[in-house]
């Protein structure tokens, strides 16, 4: 079973980082295979909190190669902050350890101002992005404007596409965004110049390394970021991030054929969380929602930002599934239900009178849905310490169970907490991988 996706079946922050982590211990490569410093994990090892937003959880074991595919967007300046962060807690970030496609698309300043100025004018219509500057630098990629990766070594062309680069950012900055921000090449140049060296070791042929991997039989696991919801076309649209989430970009993105996939794992919360400004049809803004922020800890990893917080959406969850190919789900942070009176779940919507299969289209409709919920006996005891399905109280697994029903895709695993041995897996060709 050695290639593996892993993506997020809801709005993000889903525990993608720590189930990664877990399941990376065989893995051979990890690869994102899209989103920029928007993404945020918190990865805890024996008490250890450390935060990553580009470089993929796998780095924290040392016989694991990481690797950012070309469908990723970089900011050079955050990828190396997050290189010093790690030194500082003992991981040595080296071109052994770590490696980027050419092919990527840099992040650069002038898409953050686009970004941030873009959002202020949106005012309260605003998708409430990152400020990170994604959805301009992948407008770039696809528009054919990007600065790559392997233009920092060629310094007259990398001279060349910043300077109209930054003649088109200002003009659009100041005519259309009426910022008074502007940038100056020379400066931009002169900092990508210095930056180069110390990117150079890292850059790697990623395709070519994925399918030498695969062909070698060795594990490769493909770690998504955001979740599903937020995909560019199948997500909530506008209301979404810039790059495909779904398990099938992995391919694009790396560089690989559909045909070596092996196994797609989604990861969603026992309940569910949004950040950011769109439709959320079973959001809780009642204080069971609030306690779940509270308990479960639910604000940005990159922003700081409260999540919105609220049921699981069998509805969200069961597209999801279908959009990415779920083989199994794993789910996230059952341990915050505990003291409920009742669990409750999403189990089907209504848009003006009528049932509908799937998310309406538009995110005025996914608005106005009426969410029909189930609602399950919860339970009080402390769940933290389970270690095996069967040590749950009865009503946690019923929730479990109705889950899978519900959704119609198989519960490969759950976790009851933040640490490795929180995480317990039951789905077989999980296990095979992770070797638990
Ligand atoms: P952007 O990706 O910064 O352009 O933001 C677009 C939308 O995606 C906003 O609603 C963000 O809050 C959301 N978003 C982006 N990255 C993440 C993430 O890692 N977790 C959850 N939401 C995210």
């Not at 490696?99 to 101002?113: D, F, K, N, Q, S």
């Not at 941030?116 to 949106?122: C, D, T």
């Not at 990398?158 to 965004?177: D, F, G, W």
């Not at 083989?327 to 209504?350: A, N």
Request: charged share 25%; aromatic share 8%; glycine share 10%.
């Amino acid at each position: 079973m050695p290639v593996m996706i892993v993506v997020g079946v809801q709005w993000g922050d889903e525990g993608k980082g720590k189930i990664v982590d877990f399941l990376t211990e065989r893995a051979k490569l990890v690869v994102r295979f899209q989103g920029g410093n928007n993404a945020g994990h918190t990865v805890i090892v024996e008490g250890r909190k450390t935060a990553l937003k580009l470089i993929p959880s796998g780095i924290l074991r040392p016989a694991t190669r990481c690797l950012l595919a070309a469908g990723v967007v970089v900011d050079p300046q955050a990828l190396f902050a997050e290189f010093d962060a790690l030194g500082e807690v003992g991981i040595e970030v080296t071109p052994q350890r770590f490696g980027i496609a050419g092919e990527v698309t840099l992040v650069l300043p002038y898409h953050r101002a686009i970004d941030a100025e873009r959002e202020a004018q949106l005012a309260a219509k605003k998708i409430g992005t990152t400020g990170k500057g994604i959805g301009p630098a992948y407008e770039d990629s696809v528009s054919r404007y990007a600065v790559r990766a392997a233009d920092l070594f060629n310094p007259s062309h990398l001279e060349a596409l910043i300077s109209r680069n930054v003649e088109l950012k200002n003009k659009y900055l100041k005519a259309v965004l009426n910022s008074e921000t502007q940038f100056d090449a020379k400066e931009l140049f002169d900092e990508l110049c210095a930056l180069a060296g110390r990117l150079k070791p890292y850059l790697a042929n990623v395709s070519l390394e994925v399918n030498e991997a695969c062909a070698r039989n060795e594990y490769v696991m493909f770690e998504g970021a955001q979740g599903s919801l937020l995909d560019i076309n199948h997500g909530t649209y506008p209301y979404v991030t810039s790059s495909h989430t779904v398990a099938g970009f992995a391919c694009v993105s790396a560089g690989f054929g559909p045909r070596l996939t092996n196994l797609v794992v989604g990861i969603c919360k026992a309940y569910a969380t949004r950040v950011g400004s769109g439709p959320f049809p079973t959001e809780d803004l009642t204080e069971e929602g609030a306690r779940m922020r509270e308990v479960g800890r639910e604000f940005g990893t990159v922003t700081g930002r409260p999540r919105r917080c609220g049921w699981f959406d069998v509805m969200a969850v069961r597209r999801a599934a279908r959009l990415n190919g779920i083989d199994t789900l794993v789910i996230t942070k059952l341990d915050v239900l505990s003291g409920f009176s009742q669990v409750k779940l999403g189990v089907s919507y209504e848009l003006d009178g009528t049932p509908l299969q799937d998310l309406p289209v538009c995110a005025d409709d996914i608005e106005r849905l009426k969410v029909k919920y189930e609602e399950l006996p919860g339970w009080n005891e402390d769940i933290t310490a389970v270690r095996s399905f069967g040590e749950l109280p009865k009503a946690a697994q019923e929730v479990l169970r109705r889950i899978e029903d519900a959704v119609q895709c198989r519960i490969g695993g759950f976790s009851v907490g933040p640490d490795r041995e929180q995480t317990i897996i039951m789905d077989e060709r999980i296990r095979s991988f992770a070797k638990v």
